[in-house]
């Protein structure tokens, strides 16, 4: 069982950045594949990015969204039992719910059926 615990949402102006937390509760932590999702409203929930656990064979795999790469960073610290989610350069479209997913599949996969553990989310508003 994992929990999941997402913080640092928040309004921002377009352009600016903000940086996600996800907090996991466990000790197997480090061996789940953790991902980013997002919805807004009226949307379906999107992938946004993920990174595989240390149970991968090639190391630590990072994947992202079209919508994303160059502006959003994904990362993790094993020690701290924590996801984090730079995001840059942020735009209105960013606007929406972020949450955080956790999954024994050896490499994030942009469906969200995939992954076991959800937390609750955190909004993130960018104003124009």
């Known amino acids: 069982q994992v929990q999941l615990v997402e913080s640092g949402g928040g309004l921002v102006q377009a352009g600016g950045s903000l940086r996600l937390s996800c907090a996991a509760s466990g000790r197997t932590f480090s061996r789940y594949t953790m991902a980013w999702f997002r919805q807004a409203p009226g949307k379906e929930r999107e992938f946004v990015a993920g990174?595989?656990?240390?149970?991968?064979?090639?190391?630590?795999?990072?994947r992202y969204a079209d919508s994303v790469k160059g502006r959003f960073t994904i990362s993790r610290d094993n020690a701290k039992n924590t996801l984090y989610l730079e995001m840059n350069s942020l735009k209105p479209v960013d606007t929406a719910v972020y949450y955080c997913?956790?999954?024994?599949?050896?490499?994030?996969?942009?469906?969200?059926?995939?992954?076991?553990?959800w937390g609750q989310g955190t909004q993130v508003t960018v104003s124009s």
């Open positions: 990174i595989s656990g240390i149970g991968s064979i090639i190391g630590s795999i990072t």
């Open positions: 997913a956790a999954g024994t599949v050896p490499v994030a996969t942009p469906s969200g059926g995939t992954y076991d553990y």
